[in-house]
């Protein structure tokens, strides 16, 4: 064990906790056996064991998912539903029945090994982020940064949706995606610094709003019926999204500069003083 590495959520982003599926590699085969034996007692209670190990490791993925989702941002709130504590949990009930009641050993050693399961999978990964990562940003109320930010990446969501049921324009594909990674950068920026929000957040509605609906009415229609003319004047509206996509994302980053300068001559004067 002095040799196992605990498990760090801000490093192991490709660590799906495929450590929990290394057990079902034996139930798998024990139920080959139990199949080949026609023993249908034995397959019924390795099948549940099986069932109870395999949707330990999908809970426990989808816990170590939304951890690390929520270490790489700075803003958002703890995860809603603690699937790592349920999946250590439930890791505690699978390892009891497989021992004590599908391999026949007695329900003290049953215990003790669900006991040190349990303890062992804490140990190594750690139970659910639970406090929301809502820094003090002022006057401006940090579940309106959310709702904002959340609502802009779920339009962008949609919006590269559409771009993937576009086949026949790869013109248009491209200053949409070009758009979306700018839009993306906008809002990366604003994470960083919420106090931008109340002035970013009408260009955010404004120019993602419009993307969305230009999208929507593209793929609603048949491409073949499309013209040129209509592409061209298309083109040159992406162009000018992408435009002020810049001017925005520029101004933003002046915005942290200015705010920089603003308390290093703070600290200037004080020191001088």
């Known amino acids: 064990m002095a040799f196992v590495k605990k498990y760090k959520p801000q490093i192991d982003k490709a660590n799906k906790g495929y450590l929990l599926y290394i057990f079902l ?76 009641i599908a391999g026949g050993e007695s329900l003290l050693i049953g215990i003790f090994l669900s006991i040190v399961s349990t303890i062992g999978y804490i140990l190594y990964y750690g139970l659910d982020p639970k406090v929301d990562k809502l820094e003090n940003i002022g006057d401006i109320s940090a579940e309106f940064v959310l709702k904002t930010i959340s609502e802009a990446k779920s339009k962008l969501a949609n919006i590269e ?8 324009d790869k013109i248009l594909q491209k200053r949409l995606s070009i758009a ?36 929507n009415a593209y793929i609603s229609m048949n491409e073949a019926d499309i013209k040129q003319e209509t592409k061209d004047k298309l083109y040159q509206l992406l162009e000018d999204v992408e435009y002020r996509f810049d001017k925005e994302l520029t101004r933003l980053k002046k915005n942290n500069e200015f705010d920089l300068d603003v308390n290093i001559d703070v600290l200037q004067q004080q020191i001088k003083n």
């Open 161 to 168: 949706q559409h771009i993937d049921k576009i086949s026949n």
């Open 25 to 100: 590699v034996p139930l798998f085969l024990a139920i080959v056996l139990a199949l080949i034996d026609r023993d249908i007692h034995a397959f019924i209670l390795n099948l549940i064991a099986f069932i109870l190990f395999y949707t330990t490791a999908k809970l426990n993925t989808i816990g170590l998912n939304n951890e690390f989702k929520y270490n790489q941002e700075k803003l958002t709130k703890a995860p809603k539903r603690p699937y790592k504590t349920f999946s250590a949990i439930l890791l505690g009930i699978a390892t009891l029945f497989t021992a004590s």
């Open 180 to 215: 979306v990674k700018k839009a993306k950068s906008i809002i990366q920026t604003i994470q960083e610094d919420p106090k931008d929000i109340r002035v970013a957040r009408k260009f955010l509605i404004v120019y993602i709003d419009g993307l969305e609906s230009v999208t």
